[in-house]
DNA sequence: CACAATTCATACTATAATAATATGAATAAG
DNA sequence: CTTATTCATATTATTATAGTATGAATTGTG
């Protein structure tokens, strides 16, 4: 029951980019410095995120990538699903309908609905911008202290 | 994010050994049938909710199986912690203290805690015996019909 | 007492997933 | 034309998953 590395490297990305957003385009290089990542293994989740539409790049020299729209339009689901599929909690729940020859049977399945529910309710009500907001408070409070 | 098949197998296996509750001892076997899983598959699973003290046993010929208390008594949280180690997304966040060197910039470990905590409550608040009437219902309904 | 049924304890194996690193081609700015 | 960069793919090491296999220890029954 664990989230990747790739979907917490992802989620970072994401986060940097909006962070850092300052209309130019932002190098992999710039954010594996910042958030202590491997340049490479950015280079990997890049192109799920890319193909997802959710960035826009430039190649060559002064090249790079930024978020296709505003930080609001992106819920921590959406960039997890890109990278780790289905986040249900098991995969029985992803066909539709269900083909298991026991669903009729089934009780547990209950269970992971509600888990499924909970967990979706979590990762598709948080914004990468309510994100950035709480770098941000945490930023201030910070400079207050 | 998947629970393990050990995870999946092990609830079954004891919301087996509720329902099917005569006082007498089950056999692995049995279940084993019952449930269309492996017997060996199931004697590695059985000896991890043993140690926790969920299963009483008798060996030998006539032996099995049986649920140490009643099965409102456990959670699924519990079966479930038992098999998978910890339930949380993320692995930092089973550090008491936290230990991340990143952790006084870290902003997306609120997401990896809202979500822990939504887990959590769904698997502490079923139990075995929520389970039990939930396929009791079911038998009901499909008599009447 | 022997035997069959069972739990209990380990070892083994095959496959897939995870978490990267490595190599280098394509592109574009200066 | 050189350098910085994205883009594409291959390779590798480690660990986890999902079992199967072997056999010892125990105990009720004929």
New interface residues.
């Given amino acids: 029951?664990?989230?990747s590395t790739k979907g917490?490297y992802a989620?970072?990305l994401m986060?940097d980019l909006a962070v850092n957003n300052t209309g130019e385009y932002i190098t992999v290089k710039s954010i594996a410095a910042r958030q202590?990542l491997s340049e490479k293994y950015l280079e990997q989740i890049i192109p799920m995120l890319s193909k997802a539409g959710y960035l826009k790049s430039i190649r060559g020299a002064q090249g790079g990538y930024k978020l296709s729209k505003t930080p609001k339009d992106y819920t921590?689901g959406m960039i997890l699903r890109t990278i780790?599929g289905s986040?249900?909690?098991?995969?029985c729940l992803e066909d539709e309908p269900n083909e298991c020859p026991?669903y009729d049977q089934c009780?547990?399945i209950?269970?992971?609905k509600?888990?499924n529910d909970?967990?979706n309710?979590?990762?598709d009500n948080?914004t990468v911008e309510d994100?950035v907001n709480?770098?941000k408070e945490?930023g201030t409070i910070d400079y207050i202290i």
């Fill in positions: 029951m664990k989230i917490r989620l970072r986060l202590e921590v780790e986040l249900a909690p098991v995969a026991r009780v547990t209950d269970v992971w509600q888990l909970a967990i309710n979590v990762v948080i994100l709480k770098y945490r």
